[in-house]
């Protein structure tokens, strides 16, 4: 990356982005992707300060995403193109505050250093020891112009034995078009648990990279959920790193496409100690032209006897020009553990619609049908029935056009 990124979050970014080098597809974690079709020297960096006019329209989209997320949150912070412009906290066990970003060295990704050194300020929450907040905090990301660099940077520390779910949505305010840069990061202490629920709905003419990683210390977990339906060209990558004994991880997605979107999800589920486990259960559907890509890798390390994963990714195409690939590796060094895994790619079940057509649904409503019971079992997982409220209709809507 060229050194002009380093002289600030703002200085020379058009140069620096201009200069940037994109990774290459013959690497293993971006393989198949469309990496190479992004354009980072068209975008500009996000105003400091915002009109007035931008702030309320912000504030009056995030007020109707709150009203469907389960009463009054814990806290919450709304940023607009990676500023803040609102920050809450209503429950005595958490703390909220922006600081300076801090590299997380763990993910080797050149975008998460753009976002390092372009985002404006990180956003730190706290979940204090023995707290147990009964409300979410909530994080709303907008992407608000257009062609504009969009960095959030979210970084949450649990205490021991603590309890917290953190919902972050990601949107657009209308159509902006706008490459979205989201980091991370999660602490997990000693016996807390975080469930974690990320939903990435921006405009479909926007591009996201992002990236989530989860430490884990002993007897804790982290629940992860994730709704990927928005954006051209979208990419999540997510770690998870079991790094005490006991410690546990499980990981949850759907993830859908039509037109020419592209969905690319790459797992780490990386077993450190002893006695750890993961569990993912990925769900994935493309029509139209779109192509949707997943590849996971289970790590079990020297000294992770007793270890336990498990990965499922399976991923329905709706169309013949859909296109989609599933890749499962496993690298195991202690002979004491239990992995297992299974990855499919196909069309919908030609025997279930058969069923549904022979009792007069017709084609396009059965498939429907079929991909909305196939998704089921991922929105039941959601830990705030809120989201997943929010979630069904948007994935209704594009599996309608899709299958058309």
């Known amino acids: 990356m060229s050194a002009a990124v380093e002289t600030g979050p703002f200085a020379h970014l058009g140069e620096a982005l201009s200069e940037l080098q994109l990774p290459s597809t013959e690497a293993e974690e971006w393989r198949y992707s469309r990496v190479d079709g ?10 400091a300060e915002l009109d007035e006019s931008t702030v309320t329209a912000v504030l009056a989209e ?27 906290v209503s429950d005595d066990g958490v703390q909220v505050e922006a600081v300076d970003a801090q590299a997380d060295p763990a993910v080797p990704d050149v975008f998460a250093s753009v976002n390092e050194h372009v985002t404006p300020s990180e956003i730190r929450v706290r979940i204090l020891q023995h707290a147990r907040p009964t409300a979410p905090v909530l994080v709303v990301s907008l992407a608000v112009g257009d062609d504009v660099l969009v960095a959030p940077r979210l970084r949450v520390e649990l205490g021991a034995d603590s309890e917290a779910c953190v919902v972050e949505l990601h949107r657009s305010l209308g159509a902006a078009t706008s490459l979205v ?13 975080v469930h974690h629920v990320v939903v990435q709905d921006v405009a479909v003419g926007s591009d996201v990279v992002g990236s989530v990683s989860a430490t884990v210390s ?4 982290y629940d992860g959920w994730l709704a990927a339906i928005g954006g051209r ?15 546990s991880g499980r990981l949850a997605s759907l993830y859908a496409g039509g037109a020419d979107q592209m969905r690319d999800l790459r797992t780490f589920q990386d077993h450190l100690d002893r006695d750890t486990t993961s569990n993912l259960a990925f769900k994935g559907a493309v029509g139209g032209r779109a192509h949707a890509v997943y590849t996971g890798l289970i790590r079990i390390h020297p000294e992770a006897r007793g270890s ?9 195409t709706l169309s013949d020009e859909a296109w989609a690939e599933s ?15 299974a990855s499919t790619v196909g069309p919908v079940d030609a025997d279930q619609r ?28 959601c830990p705030v029935p809120g989201v997943a409220d929010l979630v069904r209709p948007r994935v209704a809507a594009l599996l309608e056009a899709v299958t058309s």
């Open 218 to 221: 002993s007897s804790g977990t």
């Open 38 to 47: 992004i354009d980072p020297s068209r975008f500009a960096a996000a105003s």
């Open 233 to 247: 060209y979208a990419r999540a990558r997510v770690d998870c790193r079991l790094g005490g004994r006991g410690a």
């Open 354 to 381: 058969f069923y549904l057509e022979s009792r007069g649904v017709p084609t396009e409503v059965a498939e429907r049908l079929i991909v909305a019971g196939f998704f089921d079992e991922v929105l039941d997982r």
């Open 327 to 341: 890749v499962p590796n496993l690298e195991i060094e202690h002979n004491d553990v239990r992995c297992a895994h």
């Open 62 to 88: 995030v007020e109707r995403l709150v009203d469907g997320v389960d009463g009054v949150p814990a806290a919450l912070v709304v940023l607009a193109d990676g500023v803040v412009v609102r920050s809450t």
């Open 181 to 193: 840069v989201p980091v991370t990061h999660l602490e997990v202490g000693r016996d807390a648990t």
């Open 308 to 316: 336990n994963a498990e990965q499922s990714n399976r991923i329905m």
